[in-house]
């Protein structure tokens, strides 16, 4: 609540608390049209990215894995900017074709752990490598109708500089029920995290449970995505920090996550347009200078805090 309320009243134009309760006049139009749908957006970005990265961590069994470390968003960006070139009017398809894309490297990315039985390490390159496939079709698309993707630039790096409302409350539609969903199937991802013997031996449809859950998870990040640009590391840090705090259960995991990274993208965001005003970053360059060494960090470790 702290962070969302600093989101609303921190700005290069200077908006007080007593501003933003009473709200009128140009306080109003400002809070209304600019901060409030900046601030929603943050908030069900930076809780999307992160169930998505534990749902994606718990069902892969790799703690080095997240949505934009293996690719997902990427293949949600890649899929957002093929369908704005098709079809530029529309924008209400941005987020299930987000959907498709995410799902689609998911699926590919989890073919490869099940085929290979693949190193924690190898996974990640793995999604390196898809990555740097889907970021050649967004370049071929750029090239092709550079028109369409004006926007690129600021889409690749992950901000809410130019959101929306209507954008953010169309995946508000995708993103609530997907939380939702996730804290009911909390239970049967710690019966999968148990190995498939054991998760069969007590009855749990393990290949259906784990296509669901993946499923699930690129709904989630794909939205986001879908109006929030290539944010990364946020699906990746957040359930770290939760698990160093509570342990590995997914009923504590997946809720404190979500609120994690919507605490960590809301005040982001909020030192990204203040640091410099009236200039202003893109979040996604602050979370790459947080984020990066993170990654380093669990890297040198090889991955432990997980298990």
């Known amino acids: 609540m702290l962070a969302a309320l600093l989101s609303l009243c921190a700005g290069a134009s200077g908006l007080s608390l007593m501003e933003a309760i ?15 749908p900046r601030t929603v957006a943050a908030i069900l970005c930076g809780a999307a990215l992160a169930c998505a990265g534990a749902i994606i ?3 892969l069994g790799n703690p080095l894995a997240g949505p934009n470390i293996i690719g997902v968003n990427a293949g949600a960006g890649f899929m957002t900017l093929l369908v704005s070139y098709l079809a530029p009017m529309s924008a209400g398809l941005l987020p299930a074709a ?3 894309g995410a799902f689609f490297t998911s699926m590919l990315i989890l073919a490869l752990v099940q085929r290979t039985n693949a190193s924690r390490l190898t996974v990640v390159l793995a999604g390196v490598a898809v990555s740097a496939i ?10 092709l109708a550079p028109e369409v993707t004006l926007g690129l630039t600021a889409f690749r790096i992950g901000g809410f500089g130019g959101v929306s409302a209507g954008r953010v409350y169309g995946a508000a539609w995708y993103i609530v029920p997907g939380l939702g969903l996730a804290l009911a199937l909390a239970g049967r991802l710690d019966v999968l995290c148990l190995g498939d013997e054991v998760a069969q031996s007590v009855g749990l449809r393990v290949k259906a449970t784990r296509t669901l859950l993946l499923m699930l998870s690129s709904l989630l990040a794909g939205a986001a995505v879908s109006f929030s640009g290539l944010v990364g590391f946020v699906g990746l840090m957040s359930p770290h920090m939760v698990r160093r705090a509570v342990g590995g259960e997914h009923r504590r995991v997946l809720p404190l996550s979500m609120l994690t990274g919507a605490v960590m993208m809301l005040l982001c965001d909020t030192a990204a347009r203040t640091a410099f005003a009236p200039y202003e970053l893109p979040v996604g360059i602050v979370l790459s200078l947080v984020g990066g060494p993170f990654f380093l960090l669990l890297l040198l470790r090889g991955g432990r805090g997980h298990d």
């Open 22 to 36: 009473r709200a009128d006049g140009a306080a109003r139009r400002i809070l209304v049209h600019i901060r409030l």
């Open 57 to 59: 961590q718990g069902v």
């Open 98 to 100: 987000a959907f498709a």
């Open 134 to 143: 889907l970021s050649a079709g967004t370049d071929l698309i750029t090239t």
